[in-house]
């Protein structure tokens, strides 16, 4: 049999993940967990570079994004889930990789630099942020990963991945595999303010977990049209998130027309129109709650799922550092 190819791919534990998570990356993943042998990393080392303040948030995210993971569909038969800082020979991998890298490449990595910005690490960056993406760079080459379902942020990374990989690669002996990304179909899902992306620190996500009463409130108080004052005045479907979010869970493709085609003529509210995304949103989500439903409190059979996925994910990241070590002579007979 051909050997499958690998994805490996994952998400910081600070909270629990959104409509954005899923359409991003989370859909992808469900779909190619079928054909590829995938690795999903719950990246509790990397959540610290910027919570190093607050560690005790880890354990009840790493169990909320584990329950996220299986409620969307991963199947951990078929995608292997853990805990990143359970495999130390990811830390390892990254102590090599430090070396082929230089801190001006790093300060211009544009995820780093966005991310800097936006928690005000310009005076104090601590160097463990700075780095991240050369620990990144490790979690996807321990897995020997050929491609990377992320959201399109994300995409620098990779980029910072491949730089290593070649380094690597031509300097000592070639061991390691260049992946590739993969985003998904509505890349940048735009927070419920229309504004920038969903993102929790902003408040303007709707959750995978949120149950039918909170999704009602969060879609009727959804940012529209500001330019559109009565439901008669002619409407814009562009830059206006509740068509986005249509256009994303909303699989009646003709209801959709119908209804854009009456907001731009100004002949539908926008109460009828949220109202319909409720009911297409509730229509995705269902199944995930249900499926939520049978772990939620059954933590003993989450902390399973990973306890047994970490040791399977540690055997092949053993293998990997072994290749590296080898391929730089660092292969002691003592
Ligand atoms: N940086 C990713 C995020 O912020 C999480 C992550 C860590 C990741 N390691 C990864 C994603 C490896 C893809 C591959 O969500």
Redesign the pocket.
Known sequence: MKKKKRI?????PTGRLHLGHYVGSLANRVKLQEDYETFI?I?DA?ALTDHFEHPEILLKNIREVAKDYLSVGLDPEKSTIFV?SMIPEIAELAVFYLNLVTVARLQRNPTVKDEMKQKGFEANLPAGFLVYPV??AA??TAFQADL?P??KD?LP?IEQTNEIVRRFNTLYKKVLTEPEGLVGEFPRLPGTDGQGKMSKSVGNTIYLSDDAKTLEKKVMRMYTDPTRLRATDRGHIEGNPVFTYHDAFNPNKEDIADLKDRYRKGKVGDVEVKKKLIVALNAFLEPLRERRAEYASDDKKIDEILIAGTARARKVAKETLALVKNAMQINYPF
């Open positions: 490996l791919t994952g998400d910081r990393l990246a990397q990143q620990h990144q979690d996807i990377v992320v959201g994300q990374m």
